[in-house]
């Protein structure tokens, strides 16, 4: 069996508290990476902390907000001066909004894309000044599918998200000559509390796989939600060995719903 490559190395994941990120950090930790596991959500990192007593030692939790680039950078201090160099940095941290552009407040758009975009800026230009001189470093963007094609009541969220896209693909090919990757993740439907928010508001799963011609969506090809393991364990292959030639690469992990517009 092949070596992912990744043991002993030290990583910083955003919005790691829960779904997405919490499974990326389980999935990082059980492959002997130490994760900082970053959050603004202090409850939320005390209560995953406390799911992985397993690990201890091996993850650390850090409640910043990824919106504040003095908070980024302390924070990416403080874990490289106690845990050393870090190796690969995972934006997570997310936020959406569901309205009509009409109905769309100027803080609700500004809201959307300091968590979605800037935040990501924020900790990507943290991690890359550091890596820059050690020639080594990987960075992975959790964008959405909704980046790559039009969708109904949430243009707000899909433009903040073509936006991490991009500038996760321009970093990329800045610091391609240092040695260091950067690539996107792009999830549809994934069972996530934001996703489950939907169902209580009365879309259920079915219906999300099944699609609607009222709002211009198609269904997911492969019949099921994903799980947030399924969007881990791309992000694990990206920051590994195995995707040692591939950078700025964007690669959408929804069941086909995007027929990859």
């Not at 919490?22 to 994760?35: D, K, Q, S, Y």
Request: charged content about 20%; glycine content about 8%; hydrophobic content about 45%.
């Amino acid at each position: 069996m092949r070596s992912l490559g990744i043991a002993g190395k030290t990583s910083i994941v955003t919005g790691a508290a829960r779904g997405i990120g919490a499974a990326v950090v389980r999935a990082f930790l059980e492959e002997g990476v130490r994760v900082a596991a970053v959050d603004c959500d202090a409850t939320a990192l005390q209560d995953l902390a406390a799911s992985l007593p397993q690990f201890f030692g091996d993850l650390r939790t850090e409640a910043v907000d990824v919106r504040d680039a003095d908070q980024v950078e302390r924070m990416v201090t403080v874990v490289e001066s106690e845990w050393g160099p870090v190796n690969i940095g995972v934006n997570v941290a997310g936020t959406l909004s569901v309205a009509m552009v009409t109905e769309t407040t100027d803080q609700d758009w500004d809201r959307v894309f300091d968590v979605n975009t800037k935040g990501v800026f924020h900790v990507s230009r943290a991690l890359a000044r550091r890596m820059i001189p050690r020639r080594s470093g990987n960075i992975v963007t959790v964008s959405s599918n909704a980046a790559g094609i039009p969708r109904h009541g949430m243009a707000a969220y899909a433009a903040s998200k073509a936006a991490s896209l991009m500038f996760t693909k321009c970093l990329g090919l800045e610091l391609a000559e240092y040695g260091i990757r950067c690539n996107v993740v792009a999830p549809g439907s994934t069972r996530t509390p934001m996703q489950e928010a939907f169902w209580k508001a009365g879309t259920d799963p079915e219906a999300v796989i099944q699609g609607s011609l009222e709002k211009y969506r198609t269904g997911i090809p492969l019949k099921r939600i994903a799980e947030p393991e399924d969007v881990a364990d791309t992000v694990l292959f990206l920051v590994s060995d195995l995707s040692r030639h591939i950078t700025m690469a964007d690669v959408y992990v929804d069941g086909g719903a995007t027929l990859r517009a």
